[in-house]
């Protein structure tokens, strides 16, 4: 056995403790609470490590301010584990349920995974975020973070998983893969044996990566090429709010916005008011000849590849698309599926743009940014979905879970 | 562009409007039922070189009893049609939904899948039985059948695509890949860019095959080891009754049991009835030694694979086991996760049997047979989910269906 299979292999027989665990698990997350505030200023210390070795490697700042710990961040993280503690079991909730003609009972129970796997970049509370999830579904987590945030890492899943051998939890519960080789997140990948389901939180490159390479179930997650559609009929101050929100509040995730289309019948009227509230933010437009002729030089010429990319920054693609149907169109052809919002007073043009926009949150007179866990009231979230299989959009605990049924009977055969 | 690429094209585009037609599809479905029953004759004589080629390759019996297509059973697979076109519509259901603080009204509410993936092997009525649960499921198909019935599913594919054709829907809504080579399979399980789920039908090597090859999300279905334990206290005359069900009456299928697990305390009394039972059917038994003490010399001494391996024939497995936990060990190393049953009249065994076993289906008291689409009232069945993601146990309409967020407001931002 390679050591990874060693660690699944634990981390499977940890998962047959955890599916029965019950409110002990609250207890378990409580005392790795505890520890990750009683236990700071070591994790500091390795995290400082990182930091010397990050600045050495040449991070960009926005990168250092990702994987750096201090006290508050700490903080932080054990008050997200005492979040997950207070909310309600996934484990166990009836689905649904009836007794069939021949008597048998049958019933529809959320279970645990099993065991969950989840490959992710720098950050380092990603790892007692994602672990603390895993444990309140009921399932073992084995994490295998970025190489840039190492030495964080191993010093949060080792207080982790101290703390839970202290409340009496069997080794594995958690795991950390501390070869940070990209060997060693193609071989969790590919763990079929041990790993029911493995979750990628990162940026496009790593995502494909798992997608061309994964043999386990994978849960896609994050890529977000998200749009406002103008529609002729719409309030053009609410659209221009909500365009300026939904890019620029914080143009590096997946829920801010790439491109607006706007209805030709408005567009005279609409982009000059659009232009005006993304220049308070320096917006850079790239647009397409009708928006050019109408906004004039500032607007750089947009290509085929601006439709198709996320910039994740203060830039916007801009097009003026002649109907509802056109817009449409654009959306089948480069949209992720993350999250789309129409703008319009009118009743059918909303309903055709909910029924008929394939993304994960289809959004009317409304910013994409609410695509949140948090925001949509789920308490906590582990990704986004963009793919269609188990989960889509925001997930929180209950999309960590599985299901079985129970069927009682009294000797009944077929 | 290769070939199937382009059919993966034209399925994404038929897609876009199969997400909309609502009732529609269930026209189309009558249309097809028609059609079937109306080219009959073509069927069968297509159906007819695949039986002759079929006894020239040297098929078993039972494989060309599969193949075989009559007026019977082509009036068959139009009924199964016309009851999927009866069935409600799975899509546009709100699954959950809520007004959030800030006023915005958001729903979760099922959608199409888009395009789904269906490889089988030698059964041709899946060509029509799978086609028509995608289509009343709003999703385009893409079939890949066996070549032995190759000819009789191009023959029911074709009656299929131009009842469609008629119907008024678009090319692409149903589309079956004609080159059976190993490479078509392949291709068509890295089909990322078009297929949103590839569903396999078929046995473990088939299975086996996508999991090691699939980059498209995959739905494993099928393989079951499946078990009885009987408890020191079950009825015994329930316990061999329903043993002698769930092994004999139909043991090729995979919720037929291969190995029963009899507590010591009862093995005596038990294991002589439970033979009784399975002698009717010349049931060959694979035992432990304390079996084989028992029984005596008819017990063909068990090893380790025997354990292991689905027989689909007249061969149990049998074990006697020390506690309840050890049978749950057995279990965890053994069981492929499809049915389980505990035969027992202790309240607390059936609890920590149904709450520890971590398998799709868990019985008390009654046969591992009852894991049927059918049986548990989900109208039609498309196969037994073995995995954990998405569907588990028998997937009905519903487990063909995704999701999205809809989100309504009047202008939020965040």
Chains 1, 2 share one sequence.
Do not use: W
Not at 35 to 43: C, D, P, Q, T, V
Request: glycine content about 8%.
């Amino acid at each position: 056995m390679t050591q990874l299979e060693i660690m699944g292999a634990k981390a499977k027989e940890a998962a047959r403790f955890l599916m029965t665990a019950g409110a002990k698990k609250d207890d378990a997350l409580m005392a790795i609470a505890r520890a990750l505030r009683a236990n700071s200023a070591k994790i500091i210390e390795a995290n400082n490590i990182d930091i010397e070795n990050g600045k050495a490697a040449g991070l960009t700042d926005s990168l250092l301010d990702r994987l750096r710990l201090d006290e508050g961040r700490i903080d932080g993280m054990a008050d997200g584990v005492e979040q997950v503690a207070a909310l309600s079991d996934p484990v166990g909730r009836v689905l649904e349920g009836r007794t069939l003609k021949n008597g048998l009972k049958i019933e529809k129970v959320t279970v645990p995974m099993g065991v969950i796997g989840i490959i992710y970049e720098a950050r380092p509370n990603v790892t007692s975020d994602a672990a603390a999830l895993c444990l309140k579904a009921g399932s073992a987590v084995i994490l295998r973070g970025g190489k840039e945030a190492i030495n964080s890492n191993t010093a949060v899943a080792g207080v982790m998983c101290a703390a839970l051998e202290e409340a009496g939890f069997p080794q594995g519960c958690v795991s950390l893969i501390t070869d940070t080789s990209r060997q060693s997140a193609t071989e969790l990948m590919q763990l079929t044996e041990y790993l029911d389901v493995l979750i990628p939180r990162g940026g496009a490159g790593l995502i494909k990566s798992v997608v061309e390479n994964a043999k386990v179930p994978v849960i896609e997650t994050g890529v977000g090429n998200c749009h406002v559609y103008v529609d002729k009929s719409a309030d053009i101050d609410m659209a221009a709010n909500i365009i300026f929100n939904a890019k620029t509040s914080r143009p590096s995730v997946c829920n801010a916005i790439e491109t607006v289309l706007v209805h030709a019948d408005i567009a005279k009227e609409a982009l000059p008011k659009i232009k005006a509230e993304l220049d308070k933010k320096n917006v850079e437009i790239r647009g397409c000849e009708r928006t050019a002729e109408i906004l004039g030089d500032c607007v750089v010429p947009a290509t085929e590849n601006d439709y198709a990319i996320e910039f994740l920054d203060y830039i916007l693609a801009v097009k003026v698309v002649d109907s509802l149907d056109d817009a449409l169109d654009h959306l089948a052809k480069y949209s992720t599926g993350h999250s789309e919002c129409i703008v319009t007073s009118d009743y059918e043009s909303a309903n055709i743009f909910t029924e008929s926009v394939d993304s994960a949150a289809v959004y009317v007179n409304s910013s994409t940014r609410f695509t949140d866990g948090g925001e949509f009231g789920l308490g906590a979230e582990i990704g986004i979905s963009t793919q269609k299989l188990h989960a889509r959009g925001p997930m929180g605990l209950n999309e960590l879970t599985s299901s079985k049924f129970i069927i009682r009977g009294n000797g009944q055969i077929r």
